[in-house]
């Protein structure tokens, strides 16, 4: 994943939410392809993004879609998931 200046300042913004911009930004760039916890925490930068998860779950932001080992998605039908990707797209922070 290509860091660049608006990335950084998108995560100074949300300085507190650095893990999540990042979580999201990766099932953003994967789409519909399932990620497992390690795929997603190497694909991030990040380590024990369990809690994250957990709560992007039990949001409706991602779906399990498999388990052993657990794989997720991006919920595309979710509104909020909709209108993040347009916000970080308008930001750059996605492509």
């Known amino acids: 994943m290509k860091e660049n200046r608006s990335n950084k300042e998108i995560e100074e913004i949300f ?7 990042r979580i999201l930004k990766v099932f953003f760039e994967y789409g519909d392809e399932p990620l497992t916890m390690y795929r997603i925490e ?3 930068a990040v380590y024990d993004s369990a809690p ?3 709560r992007l779950l039990k949001l409706g932001i991602i779906i399990k879609v498999d388990e052993n080992p657990n794989q997720y998605i991006l919920n595309l039908n979710n509104t909020i998931v909709k209108k993040l990707k347009r916000f970080l797209r308008d930001v750059n922070y996605i492509s």
């Open 15 to 21: 300085y507190n939410c650095k893990k999540v911009l």
């Open 42 to 44: 190497k694909y991030a």
């Open 52 to 54: 994250v998860i957990q």
